[in-house]
Each structure stands twice: as C-alpha cells, then as structure tokens.
C-alpha cells in the first residue's frame, strides 16, 4: 500500500462529506470514477448478501442523473446534513493504485423548523483508485446501522 494512501482517502473523505452538507451538491459525483458503483443498503441486508438498495447506481452518470432530480423533479421538505467520520482503516488491494477503506459515519439532519435529529448511522465501504495527488471513489457501500431508513432519503449520505 502506497505511503500517501491514508493522507489521501483521509482528504477525498473530508471534501466528499463538505460537499453534502456545504454544496455545491452538483461537485458529489466527481468523487467518483466514470465507471463506479453506489449503494446506500441496511446492515441486515448487507450482512445476508442482499443487492437490494435504497439507492443504487453503477455510473457517475447515474449519480449525476440523482442530482438532477433531487433539484428539477423531487419534492421533499427542505433539510441540511452534518456529517460526522471516524477515522478510515484501510486494507491493500492486489494494485497500489487501489484501497479499500472503512469509515464509520453518523450523520444529523436538521430540518428547516431548526430541528435536528440522528438521520443515520453506519459505515462507508469503499475502494478508491490513488492519483497522484488525489483520490477517487470506484467503489462506496453505504451500510446503515438500522434497518429502519427514514422516507426522506433525498440528499445522498
């Protein structure tokens, strides 16, 4: 595994979450590969191998298509997130230009009367591709601790 790998996937986590809850929520996609995978799934399901998602994509095409939505199409109560990282462990892949990663999260959501509550909890699973100076996701699996998901799941986590 690369020296820089940590300091990398470290920063690629701290912008990714600034941009969900700062914006501009249009930049999200970037963090990914053209080709990437995302899913947003329950850890009881994640645990027995289910592939069903509360939200799934397999491009950034797909992510960018989300975006378009949630600000064109969408209806939804207005919302703001904070999010919260623990520390990522990473694991080395067969290649040096890869990572897996794994990063508790928990996320508040405060809502526009000012209310703010736990919205979720859990851990991104992910595998990043190293640049250089950077570090893109390929890969992130968005695994909830609960099994109970809130209906509003607009923003992405």
Known sequence: MRDD???LVARAQAAYARCIDEGPLESWPE?????????????DNH??????????????GMLT??????REANVYERHTYRHLLGQPHLTPTATTEEVDSETPFLVVRTTRDGTSDIFATGRYLDRYRLGADDAHLTRRVVVCDSSRVDT???LPL
């Open 5 to 7: 790998a940590f300091h």
């Open 31 to 43: 963090f990914f590969d053209d080709e990437c995978f995302y899913q947003v799934t329950t850890a």
């Open 47 to 60: 645990r027995d191998g289910l592939e069903a998602g509360l939200i799934w994509a397999d491009s950034r």
């Open 65 to 70: 298509d989300r975006i378009s939505a949630l």
């Open 152 to 154: 509003l799941l607009a």
